[in-house]
């Protein structure tokens, strides 16, 4: 069980989804979620079913005290690299909280660079409920926008991958070559960029 430091009304949980895909942004949420919530199956967004998921999508915004979904586009990844522009979405979600947190629980090992009390903490879309909640706000924004996307940018199979380097997406990517959706700065989409320059 994880020992809150503080009230939870003041707590807040911080979670980024999409730093390992080749196409598109990288999103963040912030979640405080009270003392009396009430939600119930909380955990790890890759960790419970799509449609678990999207229920607790609703719920979560239904009943959170404050929540905000944030992101750092494509362009700003192959600017910053995906870590800063992860740290840079985390940060823009917690500042677009209606209410401030005094404490934020955050998911992984580093933190954001601002002025707030904060905790970063492994595994802690498992842990801490307001990060299970803001990895569930996360993941369904991000899945939901690529399945847009696919229908922009018909071949790649990004409704099914959701951009992860999959074998279908990598074959389309040397098929079709990279779109403006595409990560520059990843490998594989350096790589198909140099070989449709090639021809």
């Known amino acids: 069980m994880f ?3 503080m009230a939870r ?8 989804v999409g730093r390992g895909p080749l196409a598109g942004d990288v999103v963040a949420a912030a979640v405080i979620l009270g003392e009396d919530h009430g939600i119930e199956g909380l ?3 890759k960790k419970i079913t799509e449609k678990k998921r999207d229920a607790l999508f609703d719920v979560i915004q239904e009943r959170a005290v404050s ?8 362009e700003e990844i192959d600017e910053l690299n995906i870590l800063h522009a992860s740290l840079l979405a985390m940060k823009r979600a917690v500042e677009g909280l209606n209410i401030q947190p ?5 998911d992984g090992n580093k933190l954001p660079k601002w002025t707030y009390s904060a905790e970063a903490v492994v595994k802690g879309d498992s ?3 307001e990060i299970s909640a803001a990895s569930i706000l996360a993941k369904v924004t991000r899945d939901r926008e690529m ?4 229908e922009k940018y018909p071949g790649y199979g990004l409704a099914g991958h959701k951009g992860y380097p999959t074998k279908v997406h990598m074959d389309a990517l040397k098929r079709l070559g990279p779109t403006i959706i595409h990560r520059k700065s990843f490998a594989p989409v350096r790589a198909a960029i140099e070989q449709m320059n090639l021809f």
């Open 3 to 5: 020992e809150y430091c």
């Open 9 to 16: 009304q003041f707590v807040a949980g911080v979670d980024e």
């Open 43 to 45: 955990a790890d967004s």
């Open 67 to 74: 929540f905000c979904i944030a992101r750092a586009s494509v």
């Open 102 to 106: 005094q404490y934020i629980y955050v």
């Open 127 to 129: 842990l801490v409920e």
């Open 147 to 150: 399945v847009a996307l696919d």
